[in-house]
């Protein structure tokens, strides 16, 4: 079936719900809607398109949080190293659940905390500042927490963030930053340059970024390069291990469907593993696991990721993580990245109806979800149309609407309706 999609002519796309029906039931994913738990109204089933921000609930994920809670009733503390699954051993299986859709080998993966402590942890190691090579590049549009996680290591550290922080900017009100771009800031800041970090895909316009080039510039001018994949993962196709990405840190609550605020990752390539004078902030749980419970005062590392985590993980959030990924293994990584082509280009292709000049795609081409829509006037009365009618997208200020169809549990046909609600919105607000 994936092989079929491959094949799949685009120019055969017909703008009608009869169409948008037969894709429907072609789709080789359409069981996997079933696997979640979809917000409802009176008037039935929403479409939901906030995989970007919060994913939806799978349906087992009460049964594997239940599992936690009976395994501590019958065994207590004993759980982490008895019955059917230890609690010592969900690291390991998560690990191995998310190295093809990192792209990663399982020991450069450790699950742990959230997104920003996480940065703060990869900056502890990864930024390196050293004579002339004190400046980190990113862009000036990244996720707020990005800024406030560097600005305040860079004050923790008594530097100024703002002699070191060089920030690159979108040239026009689409905030798409070429990639090209970047890589000039890279050789033009050559040998001042410590650290790229940079968003995998940006949250606001929905701009898939070129890692692969964006690191290889990196390391060409001796600096390290990382990535907050927080939009990233779980969404597109990554390669960090044959990149040669240094470290990378994401969130397990949007395309992952773990649950608000739920545990999150990082990957450190296996080139800054088992080095011993990497600066690692450390704790009890990134201890060798073999020599873990013998007590002793001075640190003995995990030999892979795992020596980067700090404390007693929650369980009841490995239980949460790893209920979405046995879907995502059960799909298949491979097919959810064909539905995730089709169904961006199905978007596309309505899209391109639109009549006017009232609202803008400013997303450019690429194999994620996310696509943003940029108003130029009453962009807030069309989202709260669209609300009414049963869509859930988001509002970002100043002017887009955001919204991504996730393969697992989004249709063909909630796409078609959402465009043709769209047009009569626009048509209603006379924008059209």
């Known amino acids: 079936m994936v092989e079929e999609l491959e094949a799949f002519d685009m120019t055969i796309f017909q703008n009608n719900i009869a169409f948008a029906e037969q894709l429907d039931q072609d789709d080789p994913l359409k069981s ?27 349906v087992n994920t009460r049964a594997a949080v239940d599992k936690i809670f009976s395994h501590w009733q019958q065994e207590g503390v004993e759980s982490f190293f008895k019955g059917d ?14 190295a093809p859709i990192a792209g990663a080998m399982p020991y450069e993966i450790t699950i742990m905390n959230q997104l920003t402590v996480n940065i703060h942890l990869m900056l502890v190691s990864f930024y390196r500042p050293k004579g002339l090579r004190k400046k980190i590049l990113m862009e000036k549009k990244a996720f707020p927490s990005d800024q406030y996680a560097v600005r305040s290591y860079l004050e923790h550290l008594g530097l100024d963030p703002d002699e070191i922080i060089i920030e690159v900017n979108a040239a026009g009100e689409d905030e798409v930053i070429a990639d090209e771009e970047i890589i000039k800031a890279i050789y033009e800041y050559g040998e001042e340059l410590a650290l790229v970090f940079w968003g995998g895909l940006n949250y606001y316009s929905g701009q898939v970024f070129d890692m692969k080039s964006i690191t290889e510039a990196a390391h060409s001018v001796g600096a390290m390069a990382g990535f907050d994949l927080a939009h990233a993962m779980g969404n597109i196709p990554l390669q960090l291990h044959g990149w040669k990405v240094d470290f990378a840190s994401w969130c397990s609550y949007k395309y992952l469907n773990a649950g608000p605020g739920a545990v999150a ?12 004078d990497i600066n690692r902030l450390n704790g009890w749980w990134g201890y060798d696991k073999g020599e873990r419970f013998l007590m002793k005062n001075r640190f003995s590392p995990e030999k892979d990721a795992s020596a980067w985590q700090l404390s007693t993980p929650s369980i009841l959030s490995y239980a949460c993580l790893g209920a979405s990924l046995k879907i995502f293994a059960d799909a298949s990584w491979e097919a959810i990245q064909q539905k995730h082509h089709l169904m961006k280009e199905w978007m596309a292709f309505l899209l391109e109806d639109l009549k006017g000049n009232a609202v803008k795609c400013i997303t450019p081409y690429s194999r994620g979800s996310q696509v943003s829509l940029l108003f130029k006037e009453k962009g807030k009365e069309v989202y709260d149309i669209l609300f009414e009618k049963g869509f859930m997208v988001d509002w970002r200020e100043p002017n887009v609407i955001r919204l991504a169809p996730v393969p697992l549990y989004n249709r063909y046909t909630e796409v078609y309706h959402f465009v043709e609600t769209l047009q009569q919105a626009l048509k209603t607000l006379h924008l059209q």
């Open 85 to 98: 699954e230890p609690w010592l051993d969900l690291h390991q299986k998560l690990q191995h659940a998310m």
């Open 32 to 58: 996997f809607r079933k696997s979640f738990l979809i917000p409802a109204n009176e008037n039935g089933e929403r479409a939901y398109f906030l995989g970007n921000s919060l994913g939806l609930q799978p």
């Open 265 to 276: 990752g990082a990957f450190i390539h296996q080139d800054h593993l088992n080095v011993p």
